[in-house]
């Protein structure tokens, strides 16, 4: 087992990671003895994840109020959010309870959100169970919903009182959904560690039976961690936190004009990776090449490379513009000067960009 710890002082919790029993990562990362603690709980669990696991969550968590979540980005919406507010308020939850999060990135991030704002903030445990989750969205506190207009844009900073992820969850992971998550693995070493993505190059294909993904897992933790104690609320003026969003104004501008659900999170964020990269190339920053390899990268994780079907260039700008990143009106994009390193940098330019969604298959 691997232990992190996240140092944000007082607030600062440990990661766990790891393949032994389910039940020894849990006592190890604090949230056994919380459940001793006499307080209340409740868990909220992804619908997929209790399909497969039902017998080992029934024996690890009895006769705790269970609450469970449709599979998909769908809903990763205020209306299910709703759902499970209104779940712990009739379960009699008060502010000295907590919440136990098991599911991946969408499960996360909405229960995260309500333990945020149910009676003002309650305490909660992540227990990502995909790749993507473990590497990166159940690290660092950033909850969320989406709203019609845009990706995680009604949310909060709420970091858990611990993370602990269970490797075996990958192995009844969906393929597609294991793909998805290496789009963040190939982002980390994109943003911060050339020694990851030269690793990453010569592994070819990653799978749950990977040798090396112990160690992939506990590198992307590593390096999200150290961001997040620097900047836990992505106010640096030059890079911090906003880094970790390598890819993802163009990911999430794909997810929400193709429809929530459409792309997984991971396909899109693969297709914005390239498309941060060739616009990185065509401007002077990173080595000419350089997207090429990343191409390749992705490709071998069974990750797409451009649009699966035209989406509206002007809508897809116009998306881009409610980023978060946005500031006084001013786009702001992740670029990479070489691979493992990567800075902000503001755009004024929006015909380069409609340039280059064409040229990834979106239609003028």
């Keep these: 087992m691997e232990s992190l710890t996240v140092k944000l002082g007082e607030r600062s919790y440990p990661i766990r990671i790891g393949f032994e029993l389910f039940e020894s990562l849990l006592e190890s990362s604090h949230l056994n003895r919380d459940r001793r603690s006499g307080r209340k709980c409740a868990l909220a669990v992804d619908a997929g994840v209790l399909e497969d696991h039902k017998e080992m969550l029934d024996e690890v968590f009895p006769d705790i109020p269970r609450w469970v979540m449709p599979v998909g980005e769908t809903s990763k919406s205020m209306a299910t959010a709703e ?94 959904e294991f793909s998805a998550g290496m789009a963040e693995v190939i982002k980390y070493g994109l943003l911060a560690d050339s020694d990851l993505f030269h690793l990453l190059e010569k592994s070819g294909t990653i799978t749950a039976d990977s040798p090396i993904l112990e160690q992939i897992v506990v590198r992307c933790c590593e390096i999200k961690a150290e961001i997040v104690a620097e900047d836990e609320k992505e106010l640096a003026k030059d890079g911090g936190r906003a880094l970790l969003n390598l890819g993802h104004t163009f990911g999430h501008a794909i997810e929400a004009v193709a429809g929530f659900g459409q792309y997984l999170h991971g396909e899109a964020v693969a297709i914005g990776l390239l498309m941060a990269a060739q616009f990185s190339e065509k401007n002077g920053l990173l080595e000419k090449g350089s997207s090429s390899r990343i191409a390749h990268i992705l490709q071998a994780n069974d990750l797409p490379v451009r649009l699966i079907a035209p989406l509206d260039t002007e809508q897809l700008i116009a998306a881009m513009g409610r980023d978060k990143k946005v500031r006084s009106g001013k786009l702001r994009l992740i670029v990479l000067d070489e691979i493992g390193t990567s800075r902000v940098m503001e755009i004024a330019d929006s015909f380069q960009l409609r340039e280059l969604w064409q040229k990834f298959g979106a239609e003028s």
């Excluded at 506190?141 to 845009?150: D, F, I, M, Q, S």
């Excluded at 949310?155 to 009844?172: N, R």
């Design 83 to 176: 759902e499970l507010l209104q779940f712990l308020a009739t379960e009699r939850l008060d502010r000295s309870s907590f919440l136990i999060a098991v599911g991946g990135g969408v499960l996360g991030d909405l229960a995260g959100f309500c333990a945020a704002i149910y009676q003002r903030g309650i305490e909660f445990h992540q227990v990502p169970t995909t790749l993507l989750s473990m590497v990166d969205s159940s690290v660092g506190g950033k909850t969320g919903v989406n709203l019609p207009a845009g990706k995680n844009l009604a949310g909060a900073f709420k970091q858990p009182l611990g993370v602990a992820a269970w490797l075996p969850f990958l192995q009844t992971l969906p393929a597609r």
